[in-house]
């Protein structure tokens, strides 16, 4: 098959998006099928509209919605024509069997109108756009919702990255249960630590992601208060950075625990890999996740997980054998849940081992087949 593939990130912009829909591609390719990326850029990047990224051709486009502004307003319909002009050139170019949208945006918009306009299925894959943008985008746009609405209802497949991902739009967006599908996402099986990062503690807990209030490291900083006095020896390292940063580095001085805390900021994947496997345990307190690719990061490197129950990452990972699910907002259940961990090595090992086991069913190949068969099924509906 020729696929566009539409994802609303991409290189050199560095994430779950971006990472999903370039190791995608690549497999779609090895396995004989001819992939283009089109992805959205802003007027004023300076990347190239078109370029190959690792053998893949990558088009990027200024997908402009409506805006609130009475003059941006007045230049929308044109600056919207162009837009899908654009894209119509594309296509005619590449002549793509089928539109696949990774996280509906301002693309999956277009892609729509496309698919219609060309007569070819379009595949939705939700990956938790809609409950975790970090202004809300689908709470407060009517135009967002509306597109999602129409994007869902005339996708010939939508598959989530898990099933409250799903649910979510099942009951705010009219998505039909009967065609969507889970399919969980991937990670790279093997990757080794490649580059040290110097740490104040030999033993730690370890947090990361975006500092953002949705992914509850707050509530970790609470949690870690109460293990932290009977555990003289062990830290906590928080990677990662965001708006929440220095407001989160004022808790952990109200805590009391400005010696116990680590904040070396965002890391390479090399140094990612470094700290996560030297860590005792690795905790997600998100208030609300839709997935974690983290955890399975955790697996990989042979670390026990804490997850939170908000979200989707209580349906891959299993409470008392692959790691531990809690609620973050109960600190008590999340301290004690970490507690156990760091003070039971034969426990850690047991679910880093059963955690590891696991990870051949998120490898990229899986996710390529799978993907594969929601093409294959999409297409057939359309003839």
Same mark, same amino acid.
């Given at each position: =098959?020729r696929i566009a593939l539409l994802p609303s990130a991409f290189a050199p912009s560095v994430g779950g998006v971006e990472v999903l829909s370039a190791r995608l591609a690549v497999n779609l390719r090895r ?9 959205? %850029? ?18 990027? @486009? ?5 805006? $609130?502004?009475?003059?941006? *307003?007045?230049?929308?319909? $044109?600056? *919207? ?15 793509? #069997? ?5 996280? @509906? ?6 892609? $729509? ?15 938790? !756009?809609?409950?975790? &943008? ?9 135009? =967002? ?18 099933? @409250? ?14 065609? %969507? ?6 990670? &790279?099986? &093997?990757?080794?630590?490649?580059? !040290? ?10 947090? +990361? ?30 990677v990662g950075g965001g708006a929440e940063l220095d407001r989160l580095k004022d808790h952990a001085r109200r805590l009391g625990l400005e010696e116990r805390v680590f904040f070396p900021g965002p890391l ?5 890999? #470094?700290? =996560?496997?030297?860590?005792?345990? @690795?905790? =997600? ?9 983290? /955890?399975? !990061? ?28 809690? #609620?973050?907002?109960?600190? %008590?259940?999340?301290?004690? $849940?970490?507690?156990? +961990? +760091? ?9 880093? /081992?059963?955690?590891?086991?696991? +990870?051949?069913?998120?490898?990229? &190949? ?10 294959? %099924? ?6």
């Amino acid at each position: =098959m020729r696929i566009a593939l539409l994802p609303s990130a991409f290189a050199p912009s560095v994430g779950g998006v971006e990472v999903l829909s370039a190791r995608l591609a690549v497999n779609l390719r090895r396995a004989g099928h001819d992939v283009e990326i089109w992805t959205a %850029s802003r007027q004023q990047d300076d990347l190239p509209r078109v370029e190959v990224l690792d053998g893949l051709a990558v088009r990027r @486009f200024v997908f402009p919605l409506p805006r $609130a502004s009475a003059g941006a *307003a007045l230049r929308w319909p $044109a600056e *919207a024509v162009a837009a899908y002009r654009e894209l119509a050139a594309a296509a005619r170019a590449f002549r793509p #069997d089928l539109l696949h949208v990774q996280c @509906f945006s301002a693309q999956g918009v277009y892609a $729509a109108a496309l698919s219609r306009r060309l007569r070819r299925p379009l595949v939705v894959s939700l990956q938790g !756009e809609t409950v975790m &943008d970090d202004q809300d985008i689908y709470d407060s746009s009517v135009a =967002m919702r509306t597109a999602l609405r129409i994007g869902v209802r005339q996708a010939a497949a939508v598959t989530g990255c898990s099933q @409250f991902t799903l649910d979510d739009s099942i009951r705010r967006f009219g998505l039909s249960p009967a065609k %969507s599908q889970v399919i969980f996402n991937g990670v &790279d099986v &093997d990757e080794a630590p490649r580059a !040290e990062v110097a740490l104040p503690f030999d033993r730690f807990v370890l947090g +990361l992601g975006r500092v953002v209030h949705k992914k509850g490291f707050d509530l970790l900083l609470d949690a870690f208060a109460k293990v932290a006095p009977d555990r003289p020896d062990v830290g906590l390292v928080i990677v990662g950075g965001g708006a929440e940063l220095d407001r989160l580095k004022d808790h952990a001085r109200r805590l009391g625990l400005e010696e116990r805390v680590f904040f070396p900021g965002p890391l390479g994947r090399g140094q990612v890999a #470094d700290v =996560m496997h030297r860590a005792e345990v @690795f905790v =997600m307190p998100s208030r609300v996740e839709p997935f974690g690719i983290v /955890a399975l !990061e955790g697996w990989r490197a042979g670390t026990p997980v804490v997850v939170t129950s908000r979200g989707g990452a209580g349906e891959f990972v299993q409470d008392g054998r692959t790691g531990r699910v809690v #609620d973050p907002e109960d600190t %008590s259940a999340l301290a004690d $849940a970490v507690a156990g +961990l +760091l003070d039971d090595p034969a426990l850690r090992a047991s679910f880093a /081992a059963a955690g590891r086991a696991r +990870l051949p069913e998120f490898s990229w &190949d899986r996710l390529r087949a799978e993907y594969e068969k929601v093409y294959a %099924s999409a297409a057939a509906a359309r003839r």
